[in-house]
């Protein structure tokens, strides 16, 4: 059980400080000590706390999954600005404005 909650701490650290490729080894060494937790008859008071301890990583997983598309829409966004912007015209009607970025001339 100790050993199992410690993976689960670890995993909860991996998530908050962004390392996500140390995630899918925690995932292997997860599963086989969580077989191991079921068969040793776990008590309600520790199949409780190993739920909570899921759960906060739950929360955790899915706060970093929104804050990854965050920034993948922030970042479209602003490519979609660097190439043109995009307004309204006196009717109301949406209108794009190009951007085009001159081309520097070199002269030998």
Known sequence: MR???NL???EATAIRNGE???L???RTRKETLFD???VGNPTEKEVENLRATILRN?????AALSGIRAARSRIAALQNVR???STYDQSGALSRVEIHHPQI???A
């Open 20 to 22: 996500f490729s140390n």
């Open 105 to 107: 001339e070199k002269k």
């Open 3 to 5: 050993e199992l909650l």
């Open 83 to 85: 190439s043109g912007l």
């Open 36 to 38: 191991a937790f079921k």
């Open 24 to 26: 899918d080894e925690m």
């Open 58 to 62: 739950q929360s955790l997983f899915e």
């Open 8 to 10: 689960l701490e670890a």
